[in-house]
């Protein structure tokens, strides 16, 4: 089995890269719907959700970085084109909200598709022996369960 520097095997190496480009791709598409959702949240609750939305967008940045940096340091190359960022997207697109119950039902909708983007990766990761790129996934799995649990709790919906 011919391995990396890293000592990761080259097939799952290479596996893994696809599927962080995707997960990289898709973070794009949630940072862009942040972006907008703070920009244009209206309402007796803008003050609190515009905040919270900047919070939630500024940690997207990290983790864009977190995975491009992962795609680069197991061999690949991170995609960075607006064109790829599409293709691969399997996010819902928000457009002009500006309502704070949809805003953050689309944030809860789209993390729950990361997280099964991002269950994806640590079970190749896992089989691949890549505990740096396990561990990410592990981390960005229990920050995005936490979130999703307090979006909820403002929403006054059941898990």
């Known amino acids: 089995m011919k391995t990396n520097i890293l000592g990761l095997p080259v097939k799952e190496s290479e596996l893994l890269v696809k599927e962080l480009n995707i997960l990289l791709s898709n973070f794009q598409v949630y940072y862009q719907n942040l972006r907008g959702i703070h920009w244009n949240i209206r309402g007796k609750r803008f003050f609190d ?23 680069l340091t197991i061999g690949g190359t991170p995609l960075h084109t607006f064109e790829d960022y ?11 909200i500006s309502n704070d119950e949809k805003a953050v039902h689309l944030i809860v909708n789209s993390l729950s598709d ?12 896992g089989e691949a022996g890549d505990e740096g790129t396990n561990s990410m996934m592990s981390d960005f799995i229990a920050e995005q369960e936490k979130t999703i649990w307090m979006m909820n709790a403002w ?5």
Not at 86 to 96: A, D, E
Not at 155 to 159: C, M, N, Y
Request: charged share 35%; no cysteine; aromatic share 4%.
């Open 49 to 71: 959700l515009h905040v919270k939305f900047e919070e939630l967008y500024t940690d997207s940045q990290l983790k864009i970085d977190m995975i491009a940096e992962r795609v």
């Open 86 to 96: 599409i293709s691969n997207n399997k996010l819902t697109v928000g457009k002009n």
């Open 114 to 125: 990361l997280l099964k983007i991002e269950r994806g990766i640590l079970t190749k990761a």
């Open 155 to 159: 929403l006054e919906e059941e898990l």
